[in-house]
T-cell receptor, first 113, second 114 residues
Framework: GENVEQHPSTLSVQEGDSAVIKCTYS??????FPWYKQELGKRPQLIID?????GEKKDQRIAVTLNKTAKHFSLHITETQPEDSAVYFC????????????FGKGTSLLVTP | NAGVMQNPRHLVRRRGQEARLRCSPM?????VYWYRQLPEEGLKFMVY????????ESGMPKERFSAEFPKEGPSILRIQQVVRGDSAAYFC????????????FGPGTRLTVL
C-alpha cells in the first residue's frame, strides 16, 4: 500500500516568515495530493491540492510543489500569520485504491507574533 | 448547503458496549469515507462506501467493526464490544460522484471508552 512520510512533525516560525512542510510517498502510481489544515478540535479542511500532471499550484499565500521523479511534494506558506497555526496533513491517493486517502502524520505549525 | 454532519459529537461507552456513529454526507454526495484519528496521529482510512455498497473496507478491522450506507438515511459506523483502544476521533468525509478527488470532512465523533 501507499506510505506517506511527513516532516517536520513540529515547526515554529515568526510571523511574516515562510513555512515549508515536506512529504514523500512510496507508490509512483499515486496521482492526487491534497493538503488539509486541522485546528484544535476541529475538522480537517482542504486548503490546496495538486494532481500528478501539474508540478506546482499556488493560491494566494499557499503553494504546493510536486516532484514525481523523487516522489515528494511540499507545502509552502509565505507571510505566515498567527491564524495559520494548526496541524497540517499531507495525503496521497492511488487511482486503484477506491479513492481512499493515505495521510501523513501531520505537522504542528506554530506562528508566533 | 449544509456540510458533512456527524453525530454524536462526543460518545462515551464502557468496555463491551456498542458504539454507533452516524454520518450524513453533503447534499448531492454519494461517496462516504470513514477515517480514524488517534491522539497526535494522522488520519487512517477505514472504509469507503457508496449507497448500499461497501467499495473498500481494507482499513477496517475484521472483527467488531462494520459500516453501512443505506439507500435512505445516514452512513453508520458500528463498533461492537468496544475496548479502550477504540478511543479515538472518527471522521467521516464525503465527495460528489462527479469529482471523486476532493473529500469534505465532518466535525468528527470523539469516542471515549472507559
Amino acid at each position: 500500500g501507499e506510505n506517506v512520510e511527513q516532516h517536520p512533525s513540529t515547526l515554529s516560525v515568526q510571523e511574516g516568515d515562510s513555512a515549508v512542510i515536506k512529504c514523500t510517498y512510496s507508490d509512483s502510481a499515486s496521482n492526487y495530493f491534497p493538503w488539509y489544515k486541522q485546528e484544535l478540535g476541529k475538522r480537517p479542511q482542504l486548503i490546496i491540492d495538486i494532481r500528478s500532471n501539474v508540478g506546482e499550484k499556488k493560491d494566494q499565500r499557499i503553494a504546493v510543489t510536486l516532484n514525481k521523479t523523487a516522489k515528494h511534494f511540499s507545502l509552502h506558506i509565505t507571510e505566515t500569520q498567527p491564524e495559520d497555526s494548526a496541524v497540517y496533513f499531507c495525503a496521497a491517493r492511488r487511482p486503484d485504491s477506491g479513492y481512499a486517502l493515505n495521510f501523513g502524520k501531520g505537522t504542528s505549525l506554530l506562528v508566533t507574533p | 448547503n449544509a456540510g458533512v454532519m456527524q453525530n454524536p459529537r462526543h460518545l462515551v461507552r464502557r468496555r463491551g458496549q456498542e458504539a454507533r456513529l452516524r454520518c450524513s454526507p453533503m447534499k448531492g454526495h454519494s461517496h462516504v469515507y470513514w477515517y480514524r484519528q488517534l491522539p497526535e496521529e494522522g488520519l487512517k482510512f477505514m472504509v469507503y462506501l457508496q449507497k448500499e455498497n461497501i467499495i473498500d473496507e481494507s482499513g477496517m478491522p475484521k472483527e467488531r467493526f462494520s459500516a453501512e450506507f443505506p439507500k435512505e438515511g445516514p452512513s453508520i459506523l458500528r463498533i461492537q464490544q468496544v475496548v479502550r483502544g477504540d478511543s479515538a476521533a472518527y471522521f467521516c468525509a464525503s465527495s460528489p460522484s462527479g469529482n471523486y478527488n476532493e473529500q469534505f470532512f465532518g466535525p468528527g465523533t470523539r469516542l471515549t471508552v472507559l
